[in-house]
């Protein structure tokens, strides 16, 4: 069988969000954050993809499983000597912006937040775990939601540099990686987790969507600036949803569609973030939804100056277009659209598998940014069954994970700078698009379940032992 050749030194290691797994969500001062309001269940998904949200608690209708999640706030030690024992190099957490500052605009921040931090990355260190931090992975204050509008606000650039300036200083010794917005181009078709607002009529997104785009552009920028600047030998990436989008066929119309849905959807972002502007794509495109962003003096400086150093992204599946299509034909659960694959099986909610698909992805980006490429999600959401006897065999995901890593071995032959593997939902918490226990992706069991029971125990499933064999071996025993 064949062996792949990771780099020396490649982070090998698993992926979170602080809103899916701390829960405390009233702790340490902690202010409330989107995630926060976004109850369990079904609904979810349709609070998330449709307008007329009210970022209220409903506690007679709904379930919040974020405010508990898996209760890492209070496990970390534990869950960390996991991930130690399955030999992770690297963790990929994030820091809940309303730990810090509980309302977003504070002008002082709130120590509880920073030490709680402050122990999570000390605990990391004690087993040599470098930490991978998303600065706002869909937690941004709620306050800053309803009293500022989002970001729509220029006011909020500063709130961020803020944050931003407070978490380098007081991390610096302890802290190499980071990435800014979470999967930032994902608001395209959610806005209010990244963006932080909803839109009440389609014809009316287009200016206040990308115009609260570029005030996160111009955020991240100066994010990447300070963070050079703080911590000198630091590297910072932008994080980026990537799904590769084939055409249905080779009809050149829906070929020049498909090319198209890559140019907005997996390159806008990125082109700013990485080559510091704004692709003739997207300027044509402005025009054409008659979109006039609203810029100051040196904003366009300021993108360049804040190229990030790395392109972190989150591959799950790709993406089939054809530019008409009918509801039937439609990619079932698939939230960024597309039409079914014959070629592909899909997970139980419907994301096609795809583990070629990510070798095209890493080729693509590598061929337009030639900059380092970091995994930082790519796993499988299934149901998962504990025996009689205790054990979890999750061999579906196994299969799943190992076809992607061969994906990776093989981009790595052909020539692509990779430099980790953070695979996401180390641990079973809650699931973003859901709010799902039962959606599955860890190595690590938690016996939490939909209606919010469990005793939040700790398994670990075969999956685990695989792991830990394929990080021992630098990728070659899979
Ligand atoms: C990514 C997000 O989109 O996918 C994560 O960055 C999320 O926050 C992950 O959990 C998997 O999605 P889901 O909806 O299955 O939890």
New binding site residues.
């Given amino acids: 069988m064949k062996t792949y050749q990771f780099p020396q030194g490649f982070l090998w290691g698993g992926a979170t969000?602080a809103n899916?797994i701390e829960g405390g969500f009233h702790e340490g001062n902690k202010g409330l954050n989107i995630a926060d309001v976004l109850p369990g269940g079904k609904e979810r998904l349709n609070i998330l993809m449709n307008p007329g949200f009210d970022f209220e608690i409903h506690h007679d209708q709904y379930d919040y499983p974020n405010h508990e999640a898996i209760d890492f706030y209070h496990r970390y030690k534990e869950d960390i000597a996991l991930f130690a024992e399955m030999g992770f190099k690297a963790f990929r957490m994030s820091i809940a912006w309303t730990r810090i500052f509980p309302n977003g605009d504070e002008v002082e921040p709130n120590e509880e937040g920073l030490a709680f931090y402050e122990r999570v990355f000390d605990e990391l260190q004690k087993y040599g775990i470098e930490p991978v931090v998303t600065i706002s992975?869909?937690e941004m204050p709620l306050h800053l939601v309803k009293e500022y509008g989002g970001w729509r606000n220029r006011q909020v650039i500063a709130f961020f540099e803020r944050y931003t300036r407070t978490i380098f200083t007081r991390y610096q010794k302890k802290v190499k990686y980071w990435m800014t917005f979470?999967?930032i181009n994902?608001s395209l078709v959610m806005p209010i987790q990244g963006l932080g607002f909803s839109i009440q009529k389609e014809e009316d997104k287009y200016q206040p969507t990308f115009q609260a785009y570029h005030h996160q552009f111009v955020a991240s920028a100066i994010a990447v600036k300070a963070c050079h600047e703080i911590i000198p030998n630091s590297k910072i990436g932008c994080m980026i949803?990537y799904a590769p989008v084939y055409s249905f066929d080779s009809h050149p119309e829906n070929v020049l569609y498909a090319l198209q849905e890559e140019q907005l959807f997996n390159y806008y972002c990125g082109d700013v973030q990485v080559r510091g502007e704004y692709s003739s794509f997207m300027k044509r495109y402005f025009k054409e939804h008659n979109i006039e962003l609203e810029m100051q003096d040196g904003d366009l400086e300021l993108l360049k100056e804040g190229a990030v150093d790395y392109i972190g992204f989150?591959y799950?599946m790709s993406r089939t277009e054809k530019k008409e299509k009918s509801d039937e034909e439609a990619s079932q659960g698939n939230?960024i659209g597309g039409i079914r694959n014959p070629f592909l099986k899909a997970s139980d909610?419907g994301?096609e598998i795809d583990p070629v698909g990510l070798r095209i992805s890493l080729n693509k980006l590598y061929d337009r940014y030639q900059k380092p490429l970091f995994v930082v999600?790519n796993?499988l959401?299934a149901y998962d069954k504990v025996e009689e006897d205790g054990r979890i065999q999750d061999d579906y995901r196994i299969d799943y994970l190992r076809e992607h890593v061969k994906a990776m071995g093989e981009a790595i032959e052909d020539g692509v700078e990779l430099m980790g593997y953070t695979s996401?939902?180390c641990i079973d918490?809650?699931?973003?698009?859901?709010g799902e226990f039962s959606?599955r992706?860890g190595y690590i069991y938690v016996d939490k379940h939909d209606d919010g029971s469990g005793t939040l125990e700790r398994k670990k499933k075969k999956s685990f032992y695989w792991y830990q064999d394929a990080i021992t071996t630098n990728g070659e025993k899979l």
């Fill in positions: 969000a899916q992975h869909y979470n999967e994902s949803l989150s799950y939230i909610w994301w999600e796993g959401g996401w939902g918490m809650v699931s973003m698009s859901t959606k992706y």
